[in-house]
């Protein structure tokens, strides 16, 4: 009795190192990030924005689409806060132009990339992507070198880039 | 399409916003193909079968009974596609205005085992043919680009051939096909249903991958239903192009009043959704082409629709301009931003053409390299359109001849690279070879169509067409120039050049 509680209770520890030192059971799915963002500029930036969020372990390839146009939602609502309170201290022509090219990212951009994920027509996706991603570069060069949203237009342009060569997988 | 009097234009429209998205079918009708008149959306999601979208579709007069347009519905949130009716509310309505999609026998077409069910669509005109009506719808098995063909003695209940017409690998999914009938003598249109000896067959593809159309020349063996190119026509990428520029989801149609087939494209825009947003629209369709088989039987030729002359107003001619490298010479008198060139260039010698590379084989690769700055020997020769005064911005349209081991290669440029001083635009390079025998001719012609921000090119009488759209900053309304220019060491003679101003039509 007592060797087979004690072989019982090995076992488990045993069970329990071994799966403790394992990766994440779900590895069909976490293939599918890993491959999908292997296929982009930004291998790290892709796995860590697609796993934050919720969903993202069981979506197919247009699901990760969809959870990137969002995390580019996320990005320009970082950006467009930015810019509200640059405009207050320190207004300039081209922080205004930086929110006219903000407002076409929320207004066009990201609509488009949505509705084309969801309905499946990858093409209109890439090209939402592609023109968030010149919108935030335009918003940087011009400041000509001094550019206070230089952290967010980096982060919009990644992100956005990421969304484009996933919409591009689809293709 | 033509009806009753109307010629009917239907296109993908955004009621909301100058992104593609709440996809209707817009419609707008008229009775010379260049003044317009918008009517209310013909198609729009209001049915099961198409609640998730109204993508494109095609359609067919069917003799005695009227109209009737095919069109892809997505079906699901799963992005289901399938092929779907409509008809006239009322015949009697000279605008067709209303359109009704009937429960019955509706959707026409859905996947069936072994097709992707998220890739089926664009169901192409009908053509009627040894008793039955037949058309093709896009799609594709992973890279293999397929048309899938179905039958139909009603025209409402179909059924899949065994067989797609044709696939090709490698290409992806094709989009928009189109196929029909071509004659091998003369610029005559067909109709959509005629086959013979005396005809070829055209079956054209917009690749998705690529964001353009390729055109393949071949045999429909109407006893098997399928579709066999000439073995001179490459199918896929390297294959010819109706134009090698902005030019997509395109569409040909039979008009019989005139007996020609005319091909619609549409060019989306280059510059910022930022832009787009600005000035409230995005997109335009390219000028109407007509359409018929070179007499050499290798490819098509495309020349804008004789309706446009309509708009020719002022005209400036010129003859007998001798060029030499450096020059360039302006047309005055016309408003250049708005107008319509024409003009024939001719060379003595051939002698001084600089070598061609062999692996040159991408066009635009190569017009990037050798832009209208860069002298040469037999060109660069052209035309320098939407050009501001001192030439800070200009669109150089032009040609340049190569020297290879047993031939001469001819390059159409329109080069966007120059265009604007905005650095937010797309500026490409676009560019095409041109298939002239330049033994029997020391000519080249070229006719471009300059409107703001379009210009669009007909190479050697439409043989290579490019179409560009441009932003310029300074070359806008009256402060455009059109210019024609040589930048090669062999003199140039412009033979003749007929330019107009050009009235402004009545659009959308």
Same mark, same amino acid.
């Given at each position: 009795m007592t060797n087979l509680k004690t072989t019982t209770t090995l076992f488990f520890f045993l069970f329990l190192i071994v799966m403790t030192s394992l990766p994440s059971i779900t590895l069909c799915d976490e293939?599918?990030?890993?491959?999908? *963002?292997? !296929?982009?500029?930004?291998?790290?930036? *892709?796995? !860590?924005?697609?796993?934050s969020f919720p969903g993202s372990a069981t979506a197919d390839v247009r699901g990760l689409g969809l959870i990137m146009v969002k995390v580019m939602q996320s990005k320009a609502n970082d950006a467009i806060n930015k810019i509200r309170e640059l405009q207050r201290s320190a207004p300039s022509p081209a922080l205004t132009s930086c929110a006219s090219k903000y407002n076409a990212i929320v207004v066009g951009d990201i609509p488009e990339a949505n509705e084309a994920f969801s309905k499946g027509m990858p093409k209109f996706a890439e090209n939402g992507a592609n023109d968030a991603a010149n919108e935030a570069t335009f918003c940087e060069n011009g400041f000509n070198g001094r550019s206070p949203l230089t952290q967010q237009n980096n982060a919009m342009r990644d992100v956005a880039a990421i969304t484009a060569a996933i919409a591009r997988q689809l293709l | 399409m033509h009806y009753n009097g109307y010629y009917h234009l239907f296109y993908q429209y955004n009621p909301k916003g100058s992104v593609w998205g709440n996809i209707v079918w817009a419609h707008s009708v008229s009775k010379d193909l260049i003044n317009w008149k918008a009517l209310e959306p013909a198609i729009y999601p209001s049915k099961p079968f198409d609640k998730f979208g109204c993508w494109s579709g095609s359609a067919t007069i069917i003799p005695g009974k009227g109209p009737v347009i095919l069109y892809t519905g997505i079906v699901d949130a799963n992005k289901t596609q399938v092929q779907c009716y409509a008809v006239p509310e009322d015949l009697s309505d000279p605008f067709l205005t209303k359109w009704i999609k009937p429960d019955e026998y509706n959707p026409i077409v859905v996947a069936g085992p072994g097709v992707n069910r998220t890739d089926f669509r664009d169901p192409t005109t009908a053509w009627f043919e040894d008793g039955h009506w037949k058309i093709l719808v896009g799609s594709r098995r992973k890279h293999r680009g397929i048309a899938y063909l179905y039958r139909s003695r009603d025209f409402k209940k179909w059924i899949r051939a065994k067989h797609p017409?044709?696939?090709?690998?490698?290409?992806?999914?094709?989009?928009?096909?189109?196929?029909?009938?071509?004659?091998m003598k003369g610029t005559m249109g067909l109709d959509t249903s005629v086959v013979g000896n005396h005809v070829k067959h055209v079956l054209k593809n917009s690749l998705?991958?690529?964001?353009?159309?390729?055109?393949?020349?071949?045999?429909?063996f109407t006893n098997i239903d399928r579709y066999i190119p000439d073995n001179t026509s490459v199918d896929g990428w390297g294959g010819l192009r109706y134009d090698y520029g902005n030019f997509y989801a395109s569409k040909s149609f039979f008009d019989p009043t005139m007996n020609r087939r005319i091909l619609w494209?549409?060019?989306?825009?280059?510059?910022?959704?930022?832009?787009?947003?600005?000035?409230?629209?995005?997109?335009?369709?390219a000028i109407p082409r007509t359409l018929w088989l070179d007499p050499g039987g290798r490819q098509l030729i495309q020349w804008p629709i004789e309706e446009l002359n309509s708009l020719r107003d002022k005209e400036v001619e010129m003859s007998n301009l001798k060029l030499v490298k450096g020059d360039y010479v302006e047309v005055k008198g016309i408003t250049a931003a708005q107008a319509d060139v024409e003009v024939t260039f001719s060379f003595s010698s051939l002698n001084e053409a600089e070598a061609f590379d062999l692996s040159w084989v991408n066009a635009e690769d190569l017009c990037g390299k050798k832009g209208s700055n860069i002298q040469g020997g037999v060109g660069p020769f052209g035309i320098l359109t939407l050009a501001s005064k001192n030439l800070e911005e200009f669109t150089p349209v032009f040609f340049r001849i190569f020297k290879a081991s047993n031939k001469h290669v001819v390059l159409l440029c329109s080069d966007a690279r120059s265009s604007s001083l905005k650095s937010e635009l797309y500026k490409p390079s676009f560019a095409g070879f041109v298939d002239v025998d330049l033994s029997t001719t020391k000519k080249?012609?070229?006719?471009?169509?300059?409107?703001h921000s379009v210009v669009e090119s007909f190479g050697a009488g439409g043989k290579t067409n490019i179409l560009s759209r441009v932003y310029p900053e300074l070359a806008v309304a009256d402060q455009a120039h059109l210019f024609v220019f040589n930048n090669g060491t062999v003199p140039i003679v412009v033979e003749n050049l007929r330019s107009w101003s050009m009235k402004s039509a009545v659009i959308n």
């Open positions: 293939k599918l990030i890993e491959s999908t *963002c292997r !296929q982009t500029p930004n291998f790290n930036l *892709c796995v !860590q924005s697609l796993k | 017409i044709h696939t090709a690998a490698g290409t992806g999914m094709w989009e928009c096909p189109d196929f029909y009938p071509v004659s998705d991958e690529t964001r353009f159309e390729y055109y393949t020349l071949g045999t429909y494209g549409w060019a989306n825009e280059s510059d910022t959704k930022e832009d787009d947003i600005h000035k409230g629209w995005a997109g335009i369709q080249l012609s070229l006719r471009s169509l300059i409107d």
